[in-house]
């Protein structure tokens, strides 16, 4: 493998990022006049009628959710959150929602293969993604596909223990995608894109008012891509398509209903990755192209997603909410996995075995949320209360064809081409997994104003899940109801240092029940744990720009570790271990004059294992994110916009798997207006050409080379 050479690729990243903002600094405006921050919602619309729930006036001051399930500010949550924010996303091209977490303080994206991939932070997989504040567990942290960010209006990370969002998860954080909802205003765009390995893309977002006086409303956003990649004869496939209708019903209730469904084609997909390890300890290095799959292999998937969502005001203070989600997937495959049986690689290339394998999936998911929220007064002050009620039922079925004839699993030397391995003959086909698990929750929350200064957010989670069948959920062994019950508690404080200023400190315990099976085929325990955040948080440049420092402790008992590796029934076996991480993290994210934004993120860590000695070294211990954009205005050009973003990584390694030192990549863009109406915008992903792999968790996979892009915006 090449040398990654990050420190002069990374210093020469943080001078063209310094220049950015320096560039930006020296343009700065008055204050007058410059937008809030993301963290702080817009101002509400005058309205005339003021004893009724007024729809547009909601629709200009939304406010997620997602990170307390109460109506509270970034700078004001006890936890570390960063959002990604819809501008980010496309200044940066990144239309799946790998790339897009790339980006987040302390997230890592472990894209161990094609199409299924862990996201992590603080040292442990994120078990826990939400749409609009909602959703399940990920099965073992795993994601199928990715979903294209056009569908959304940012992306939410909400960093550390998630008992307050669901009573139950791990110490790492949630994920929370924002939908984009209908506005007050006609109009959208369209969007076109091509570029470097074959890439097509295009992309529509419209709004329109469906009513006289605004009260409903309508948008339908879609995106199509299409392109090859850097891996040999990988060809992916995506087409994305989402509606919403919202309006008022009666003077005193507003509802919502949105559609959407994605289908992925990818043709040539990798299942498993690169054995790079040989038998003399040495580590193999192909070109950036190497892949295990054949040109028979395909893996297709399609997902449809529905929602109603009705808010009813109870007076001024209160509203009651209810939310009803469905979702239905299906999965097509042909794979192909190309294992060693000691993990290992001959000098020649030679060691490898072939495996087929051919499924069909479906699974579906519903969830009812009922939650009645507001504002309260007491020992004469206001405060804040949420209550409510969840049930998620979550189910999956997947059917696997026998192999009535197949060619030899002996595979030639690596690396070799798509044809090495015909496509075997298919038999009868049979249920492989069959699983079906339900929670109910019940929750509460308040966010207290205990004094002028200082505020306390105390919530309270009781879980009951239940879990059936044979399938992920069950690792094999038969599940007949399997029950949990569990109530988790969540404290939160923040102290008022000054106006712009504020201390915090928060606490919850974890706990999780875990798919993962034993040596002996028995499911390992629940994992129970510990988390506790302490950190500053600070508003600059009259609220434009926000500062972070955090620091976490996490315990998390008994928590599934890989053991060993079965290579007969071709599976891994697990055992629980108790992990410690500890850790800092810092950020800013905001503007720094009225044409400049900035963001950096530093994450640090330590992860012990029971012995006190260094665990899971495939987790980088050090992460730094840094972004930068600004508008040429000082220099006459105002139409054009500039950035550029970096992010580098300390080394990883896998015993008895590959090593990969530390790096960095860059990448930039440019954006100028042609028009009021029209805007080109160029983008170099991977600037300077580095070469590394994007994961050796489970083996390895290289990282895509220099690609470029460039897209014509145009406003409908």
Aim: charged share 20%.
């Amino acid at each position: 493998m090449k040398s990654a050479r990050s420190l002069p690729l990374f210093t020469r990243s943080a001078c063209a990022l310094a220049t950015l903002a320096a560039l930006g600094a020296a343009q700065a405006q008055p204050a007058t006049g410059i937008e809030a921050p993301s963290s702080t919602a817009p101002a509400a619309t005058p309205e005339t009628t003021v004893d009724t729930v007024v729809v547009t006036a909601k629709r200009e001051r939304r406010v997620s959710k997602g990170a307390t399930n109460l109506r509270m500010e970034a700078k004001d949550t006890p936890q570390s959150i960063s959002t990604l924010d819809r501008e980010t996303l496309r200044d940066f091209a990144t239309t799946g929602t790998h790339d897009a977490l790339r980006l987040g303080t302390g997230i890592t994206v472990d894209e161990w293969e094609t199409n299924r991939t862990n996201y992590s932070a603080r040292g442990f997989d994120i078990m826990l993604t939400q749409v609009d504040g909602l959703g399940m567990a990920n099965d073992w942290g795993l994601v199928v596909g990715q979903q294209d960010t056009y569908l959304f209006e940012s992306i939410e990370l909400i960093r550390g223990a998630n008992g307050l969002l669901t009573g139950v998860g791990n110490a790492s954080g949630t994920i929370n995608y924002v939908r984009k909802r209908p506005t007050n205003r006609n109009g959208g765009e369209v969007v076109a894109t091509g570029g470097s390995n074959g890439l097509k893309r295009l992309a529509v977002d419209y709004n329109q008012v469906l009513s006289e006086d605004g009260r409903w409303a309508g948008r339908l956003v879609a995106a199509h891509e299409d392109k090859d990649s850097h891996l040999r004869d990988l060809h992916d496939r995506r087409s994305s398509v989402y509606g919403v209708v919202e309006g008022q019903i009666s003077q005193d209730g507003v509802l919502t209903a949105g559609l959407s469904h994605g289908l992925a084609r990818q043709r040539s997909p990798m299942w498993g990755s690169l054995t790079l390890r040989r038998a003399d300890g040495s580590q193999a290095a192909y070109d950036v192209s190497a892949s295990t799959s054949q040109d028979w292999t395909r893996w297709n998937t399609q997902t449809t997603q529905a929602f109603v969502e009705y808010t009813h005001a109870l007076g001024t203070d209160w509203e009651a909410k209810a939310v009803y989600s469905h979702a239905q997937g299906q999965s097509d495959t042909k794979l192909f996995y190309a294992y060693s049986l000691t993990g290992q690689l001959e000098q020649d290339g030679t060691g490898l075995y072939g495996w087929p394998y051919r499924s069909e999936g479906e699974s579906s998911s519903r969830s009812l949320d009922l939650s009645l929220s507001g504002r309260f007064g007491a020992w004469g002050r206001q405060h804040e209360a949420v209550v409510g009620v969840n049930h998620s039922r979550q189910s999956s079925m997947t059917e696997a064809y026998a192999v009535a004839s197949a060619p030899s699993a002996v595979l030639p030397a690596f690396p070799y081409d798509g044809d090495v391995y015909a496509e075997p003959a298919w038999g009868a086909k049979s249920v492989a997994e069959d699983g079906d698990q339900r929670i109910t929750r019940l929750y509460a929350a308040t966010r207290l104003q205990l004094g002028e200064r200082l505020k306390g957010v105390l919530g309270l989670n009781a879980i009951d899940l239940r879990r059936d069948g044979t399938s992920i959920y069950g690792g094999g062994v038969a599940l007949e109801n399997e029950t949990t019950r569990k109530l988790s508690p969540y404290v939160g404080a923040t102290y008022d240092l000054s106006p712009e200023a504020l201390a915090y400190a928060s606490y919850s315990d974890i706990y999780q029940a875990q798919d993962q099976r034993d040596v002996q085929g028995r499911f390992l325990a629940p994992m129970k744990g510990l988390n506790a955040e302490v950190g500053l948080k600070a508003e600059w440049l009259d609220r434009r720009l926000l500062t972070t420092v955090a620091l976490f402790s996490a315990r998390q008992k008994g928590l599934a570790t890989e053991a060993g590796f079965d290579p007969v029934s071709q599976q891994s076996y697990y055992t629980g271990k108790d992990v410690d991480s500890r850790g800092l993290e810092l950020e800013a994210s905001g503007r720094v004059s009225a044409d400049t934004r900035v963001s950096a993120g530093l994450s640090a860590l330590r992860l012990t294992g029971p012995d006190g000695q260094d665990i899971y070294e495939w987790v980088p211990r050090r992460t730094l994110k840094l972004r930068a954009d600004t508008r040429l205005s000082g220099l006459g050009l105002p139409q054009l916009r500039v950035g550029a973003g970096a992010r580098w990584q300390s080394a990883v390694s896998k015993s008895g798997g590959a090593h990969q030192g530390a790096y960095s990549v860059a990448d930039a863009f440019a954006a100028y207006e042609l028009s009021p109406v029209a805007t080109v915008r160029v983008n170099l992903q991977n600037l300077f050409n580095t070469q590394y792999l994007r994961t050796v968790q489970y083996g390895a996979i290289y990282g895509a080379p220099r690609t470029g892009s460039v897209s014509l915006e145009y406003k409908i």
